[in-house]
């Protein structure tokens, strides 16, 4: 199977009606493509799932999000700023880096180590595609009350993943483990990682959690990229003092939620993201108030306590985090040195050149297996030069936007940095152990999030209903 054979006739008809649709869409308007995607995202492994076990089908439904959503709101945003002669880059952009990283990039793509050229096409598109949405972010929020708008949305579609997967989790612990996985149907497998099941000291077990999700590490990242925008818009849409219990309640089944996502560093590193965020908050009159953090710690400590004791979690998590070092960290940078220096081809260490074969059983990539942390694929991929870049590149954004939330006085917007700043922190620091950045939907609230933070010192400008408005001047005749 090739992917011309993507161009099957009973689905051009219907496509490219739903693609002229979604064109037209973001040609009129290219935020209603970007809202669009923003619903569709938490929901996007339905259609994924519901393909198995074709694969000509489940590749379609994985490019959906991109021909239906992303694509057309690149087409409208740049016919909107052509049509009025305006630059969509904005101050702060690191432009230079930005093209020094594509040249990388397009040069690694027709690298002679990769078996042919459609992997250096995915790897094109894995690590250039989404980029753009920075600019996209920056422009996307107008004021703050289309911010809060954003926020809110993204909090309430969060709601049926959420539930979704908390249920699973419930049945997961009442013991119909078999209930959960009938409803995935051929997808089972794949989404669970082949029913995963850690068997703690204490006899409990620990089960992947998919969620509305066709991966479970996709509904981690979900959760935990929720985490941040819940908070954000629960304690900065309204006034200190003002907050919506229902927001509350939100933040902490999306906090539970992350927490019982299936992953066993998740009991270590959600508790991490939340401080972090709490404590880049601290000055915001609008961040929780002492006495509520101090509860949840004392929550926190507790139900730690006897997970600790009960079901030996932090025994369990030691013993794994030295053995993952070894092999993910020590092991795996060793090999890639020996490996290449000039590097293999962009796309040659991403699960998503599978595809650039015929099947699966005749996938071979120049590494072999896949190596798990994201910055050793970026070294065997793009090389000595292309790190360089990328850790420059990186480092340059997580600088500025901290100096930039050092910077915001509005209690409301500094909530909502906090929170994007820890979040950026977090998966720039776990890429060190998987290659979540390549991964739905974190690939794209990535970059967009950082565009919408870097809009912020023009948003902090915009008077507030606390600020006074100035008195008319009357002039008489």
Request: charged share 10%; proline share 6%; with cysteine.
């Amino acid at each position: 199977m090739t992917a011309i054979s993507l161009l099957r006739p009973e689905l051009i008809v219907p496509g490219v009606l739903v693609l002229a649709l979604a064109l037209a869409v973001g040609v009129w308007n290219w935020r209603w493509s970007i809202y669009g995607l923003l619903c569709y995202l938490p929901f996007s492994g339905i259609p994924i799932l519901a393909a198995y076990p074709g694969r000509t089908e489940r590749a379609v439904a994985i490019l959906a999000k991109d021909f239906v959503f992303v694509i057309p709101a690149y087409v409208g945003f740049l016919a909107f700023f052509a049509l009025r002669r305006r630059r969509f880059w904005f101050p702060g952009a690191p432009l230079v880096l930005f093209g020094l990283l594509a040249l990388v990039v397009l040069i690694q793509a027709f690298n002679p180590e990769l078996p042919n050229h459609l992997i250096g096409f995915v790897g094109i598109k894995i690590w250039l595609f989404y980029i753009p949405l920075v600019f996209l972010g920056y422009h996307l929020v107008q004021s703050r009350p289309d911010l809060f708008r954003v926020l809110g949305l993204m909090s309430l579609v969060a709601i049926v993943p959420i539930m979704v997967g908390l249920v699973e989790v419930v049945l997961y612990y009442a013991g119909e483990a078999g209930t959960v996985y009938s409803a995935y149907g051929d997808a089972a497998a794949p989404a669970t990682q082949n029913f995963t099941t850690f068997v703690l000291p204490g006899g409990c077990e620990i089960r992947r959690v998919p969620s509305t999700f066709s991966f479970f590490y996709q509904y981690y990242l979900f959760a935990a990229s929720m985490i941040v925008i819940v908070y954000g818009w629960w304690r900065g849409s309204r006034p200190a003092g003002r907050q919506l219990w229902g927001g509350g309640v939100l933040f902490g089944l999306v906090c539970l939620a992350a927490l019982f996502s299936g992953l066993r560093l998740a009991f270590v590193v959600i508790p991490l993201l939340v401080i972090v965020m709490l404590i880049l908050a601290r000055k915001s009159a609008n961040t929780l108030p002492w006495a509520a953090v101090a509860a949840g710690a004392c929550v926190l400590l507790v139900g730690g306590g006897a997970g600790a004791g009960t079901c030996g979690v932090a025994q369990h998590i030691g013993a794994t985090t030295q053995e993952e070092t070894k092999s993910v960290i020590t092991t795996g940078v060793s090999e890639a040195v020996h490996r290449t220096w000039l590097g293999l081809g962009a796309g040659a260490d991403s699960t998503g050149a599978r595809y650039a074969f015929p099947n699966v059983e005749q996938a071979s990539l120049p590494v072999g297996s896949v190596q798990e942390s994201w910055y050793v694929k970026t070294y065997l991929e793009l090389g000595v030069f292309g790190l360089v870049i990328v850790a420059a590149l990186l480092g340059t954004i997580l600088f500025r936007i901290f100096r930039l939330h050092q910077r915001i006085r509005d209690p409301r917007l500094k909530v909502v940095s906090a929170g994007i700043v820890a979040l950026i922190g977090w998966v720039l620091l776990y890429n060190v152990k998987a290659q979540y950045l390549d991964l739905d939907p974190i690939n794209i609230y990535f970059w967009l999030f950082i565009g919408m933070l870097m809009k912020f010192p023009l948003l902090e400008r915009e008077p507030t209903e606390a600020s006074p408005q100035p008195e008319p001047v009357l002039v008489e005749a």
